[in-house]
């Protein structure tokens, strides 16, 4: 460890620290949920039936309590993520989530294990694939991992959807919102209704609900309109529409079928056109009424999964999924200023009007079988297998041509994990491997005339790579553990980005295409303490990999992917303590991270220049307080995301980070007749710059925005 990380450590320590320390949900009845023997939650991201304590990883549970609090002040899942996790991006409050990392990558974001991301094509529109009224948990798995496959890079941020009822009859659940900007302005108002409805009559169970959401305009806090993305597509400004449906029969005492769809529909209502901001004199992008071209940015997401469980097949846990997934991202239509979009075949050069739309399909499988190996307790075993089939396109929809050829995906992946438990469960040993077989076919094709109209002889490459992982755990007594391990995550190269660039003749895909994985190692050790008052703890991790996925601006503004060896280091501080006053408790969270990659334009292996905010979150540090006793439940919490400097011999110092600090609040009452809360984000109504903006394209104008300033949220939400 080096000097300075000792020296943060020792500050990190005497300032107390934690993100949002390990909570566990409070219905035993989410989707695939189980508890373990001791009575906590599984974490079903983990792929395991064992508590969290017996896995070598530094896991958060978000509960639902938690989770409806922090999305009344924030808005949404991803929101609420990034609040409470210090190693989390602060968001850019924007549909598109491009370069929102956690431990400086990207991690997997998954409703009931199906991944919703689409690397192929990178459209960053994971983190609103459903509405948080339906998510009973939030599982974060930190670092780079291989249990769910591809994407896993940064970690996995796993939403548990309702679980099946419990109780004969009827029962559900009503929400009422409407939310406001600091004036009251008009076009700043809000609102959101969501039910939900349940029966349940011997072995069978039914769960079917709805959510809209109307959001207003945001204004920063020196009162003026936040300037809109209409490219990438907004949250502000929109609708959203989002089912959700789930069918179970219990096939025995553990064993039990369920069916859940969902569908959600986020449509920018296509209002405002944006206003240049100036960064010279600190203006921020703003935004006036006015009529966008095209069709506004909307993102689509419809799945359907099967699972059939049985938590005592043959003494083991058995564990089977497929599943079907399809998303359609649209994104605004615009005049490109660096003619991308171009055709002097179809009119005049700098007249053309389009738009593109990501299209992706997914079908999956996924079996796992755990149980304790007979006549040898001591040592668990689970075996399984993955199947994946992803096919993605994007498509210019106003003239129908094509961007990014139909490229199709096909992983198959079985796995092993051991866990071997010694002198009384004090040690553990655990480990595993994961054998990724994966192919990428696109048939030929021809670019736009941008990039030359250029016949591209299609291709199948693929790749073969085996993916280990191990750790060890020492409990010495109960409530304390110290863990060190050793995991691989992996994912695959944004296509697209590559195959829609060609722009030179001979080219084929089987030579030229280098879909080789990202794969990053991850290396941590930690403590954790939970005794008490108290629940602490601390993770030191490294990661690295030799073919990393960065995105970097090219002059005209669009990011291109880069593959190169980046490395990452970082630390987490946790601690969460009880206060004499029944009900109160605080909090305080830090992190940490470096990360650092090879920018020579002959890439020699040696980082030299930092990863700036577009591949990389800011230093930060969390403070909360709250109370939860009898009827009354109250938060206090503030961020101070830290000023950075990056360096490098690339580096742009008008990409230096200042710093800001935001604090929210939040209480509620149980009337006896459902709770009334009132929430209230940016409490000080702060006026500040967004991580994204003030850390990339230093001479765009249009791109340059301010956060969200005081706004309120009144809810009410009944439970029958």
Do not use: C
């Given at each position: 460890m080096h000097a300075n990380y000792l020296l943060r450590l020792a500050i990190g320590a005497t300032v107390l620290a934690t993100p949002a320390v390990p909570a566990f949900a409070e219905d035993g009845d989410a989707a695939g949920s189980q508890r373990a023997s001791g009575g906590d939650i599984v974490v079903t991201a983990a792929r395991s039936a064992l508590p969290p304590s017996a896995l070598p990883l530094t896991i958060d549970v978000i509960d639902k309590k938690s989770l409806d609090q922090q999305i009344a002040i924030s808005g949404s899942v991803t929101d609420a993520v990034a609040t409470l996790t210090p190693s989390f991006s602060p968001t850019r409050q924007k549909l598109s989530g491009a370069g929102e990392t956690l431990r400086g990558r990207s991690p997997l974001f998954a409703i009931n294990g199906i991944p919703q991301s689409t690397p192929l094509r990178d459209g960053s529109r994971d983190g609103f694939t459903i509405d948080g009224f339906f998510v009973d948990r939030v599982e974060l798995i930190y670092g780079s991992n291989a249990l769910q496959g591809i994407g896993g890079t940064g970690g996995i941020v796993n939403q548990v959807t309702v679980g099946a009822p419990t109780k004969e009859g009827i029962g559900g659940r009503i929400l009422l919102q409407g939310s406001a900007d600091n004036d009251f302005s008009g076009d700043g108002l809000g609102g959101k209704a969501a039910g939900l409805i349940q029966y349940k009559t011997g072995r069978f169970d039914a769960t079917l609900g709805a959510a809209y959401e109307k959001r207003g305009t945001f204004y920063d806090g020196a009162g003026r309109r936040v300037g809109l993305n209409l490219t990438q597509g907004e949250t502000q400004?929109?609708?959203?529409?989002?089912?959700?449906?789930?069918?179970?029969?219990?096939?025995?005492?553990?064993?039990?079928?369920?069916?859940?769809?969902?569908?959600?529909?986020?449509?920018?209502?296509?209002?405002?056109?944006?206003?240049?901001?100036?960064?010279?004199?600190?203006?921020?992008?703003?935004?006036?009424?006015?009529?966008?071209?095209?069709?506004?940015?909307?993102?689509?997401?419809?799945?359907?999964?099967?699972?059939?469980?049985?938590?005592?097949?043959?003494?083991?846990?058995?564990?089977?999924?497929?599943?079907?997934?399809?998303?359609?991202?649209?994104?605004?239509?615009?005049?490109?200023?660096?003619?991308?979009?171009?055709?002097?075949?179809l009119a005049p050069i700098g007249t053309l009007l389009d738009q593109s739309q990501n299209r992706s399909r997914k079908i999956g499988a996924k079996i796992s079988y755990e149980r304790a190996i007979p006549g040898f307790e001591a040592l668990t075993a689970t075996l399984g297998f993955d199947a994946l089939w992803d096919k993605t396109e994007q498509r210019l929809i106003m003239t129908n041509r094509v961007w990014v050829p139909p490229t199709d995906f096909r992983s198959f992946a079985p796995f092993g994990q051991l866990n071997l438990a010694l002198f009384d469960r004090k040690l553990r040993l655990a480990g595993g491997v994961r054998w990724e077989?994966?192919?990428?076919?696109?048939?030929?094709?021809?670019?736009?005339?941008?990039?030359?109209?250029?016949?591209?002889?299609?291709?199948?490459?693929?790749?073969?790579?085996?993916?280990?992982?191990?750790?060890?755990?020492?409990?010495?007594?109960?409530?304390?553990?110290?863990?060190?391990?050793?995991?691989?995550?992996?994912?695959?190269?944004?296509?697209?980005?590559?195959?829609?660039?060609?722009?030179?003749?001979?080219?084929?895909?089987?030579?030229?295409?280098?879909?080789?994985?990202?794969?990053?190692?991850?290396?941590?050790?930690?403590?954790?303490?939970?005794?008490?008052?108290?629940?602490?703890?601390?993770?030191?991790?490294?990661?690295?990999?030799?073919?990393?996925?960065?995105?970097?601006?090219?002059?005209?503004?669009?990011?291109?992917?880069?593959?190169?060896?980046?490395?990452?280091?970082?630390?987490?501080?946790?601690?969460?303590?009880?206060?004499?006053?029944?009900?109160?408790?605080?909090?305080?969270?830090?992190?940490?991270?470096?990360?650092?990659?090879?920018?020579?334009?002959?890439?020699?292996?040696?980082?030299?220049?930092?990863?700036?905010?577009?591949?990389?979150?800011?230093?930060?540090?969390?403070?909360?307080?709250?109370?939860?006793?009898?009827?009354?439940?109250?938060?206090?919490?503030?961020?101070?995301?830290?000023?950075?400097?990056?360096?490098?011999?690339?580096?742009?110092?008008?990409n230096d980070f200042g710093g800001y600090n935001v604090t929210d609040a939040s209480i509620r009452y149980d009337t006896g007749y459902g709770g009334l809360s009132l929430s209230v984000q940016n409490l000080f109504d702060t006026f500040y710059i967004d991580y994204s903006s003030d850390t990339r394209l230093p001479t765009d104008n249009l791109s340059f925005f301010a956060g969200r300033g005081r706004t309120f949220t009144l809810g009410w939400d009944y439970r029958f």
């Open positions: 400004d929109s609708r959203t529409l989002s089912l959700f449906g789930r069918f179970g029969y219990a096939l025995g005492d553990t064993a039990r079928l369920d069916l859940i769809a969902s569908h959600f529909r986020l449509r920018g209502a296509g209002r405002y056109v944006a206003v240049a901001g100036d960064r010279l004199t600190g203006v921020p992008t703003s935004a006036v009424r006015g009529t966008p071209p095209g069709e506004a940015a909307t993102s689509q997401t419809d799945s359907v999964a099967l699972s059939l469980t049985d938590s005592h097949l043959w003494g083991g846990n058995f564990v089977s999924q497929i599943f079907w997934n399809r998303t359609r991202d649209t994104f605004g239509a615009e005049i490109n200023p660096i003619a991308t979009f171009q055709d002097a075949q077989n994966d192919q990428i076919r696109i048939d030929d094709y021809t670019t736009l005339a941008s990039a030359g109209r250029t016949f591209v002889s299609g291709g199948k490459p693929s790749f073969q790579d085996m993916l280990f992982n191990g750790g060890v755990i020492v409990e010495p007594t109960a409530g304390f553990r110290l863990y060190a391990s050793y995991a691989e995550g992996f994912t695959v190269p944004d296509v697209g980005r590559i195959t829609r660039a060609i722009n030179r003749p001979g080219v084929d895909l089987d030579n030229y295409l280098d879909i080789s994985p990202i794969v990053s190692n991850n290396r941590e050790i930690g403590a954790e303490l939970k005794r008490g008052p108290l629940d602490a703890s601390i993770a030191y991790f490294w990661s690295s990999s030799d073919k990393g996925q960065l995105l970097i601006a090219n002059p005209g503004g669009i990011f291109d992917v880069q593959r190169l060896r980046t490395e990452i280091q970082g630390l987490e501080i946790n601690l969460g303590m009880a206060l004499p006053i029944e009900g109160a408790r605080v909090q305080v969270g830090y992190a940490h991270l470096k990360g650092r990659y090879d920018s020579d334009k002959v890439p020699d292996g040696k980082v030299d220049t930092d990863l700036d905010g577009t591949n990389i979150s800011p230093d930060r540090l969390n403070l909360a307080a709250s109370y939860d006793r009898g009827r009354v439940s109250a938060r206090v919490q503030s961020q101070f995301y830290l000023s950075r400097t990056f360096k490098g011999p690339s580096r742009d110092p008008r």
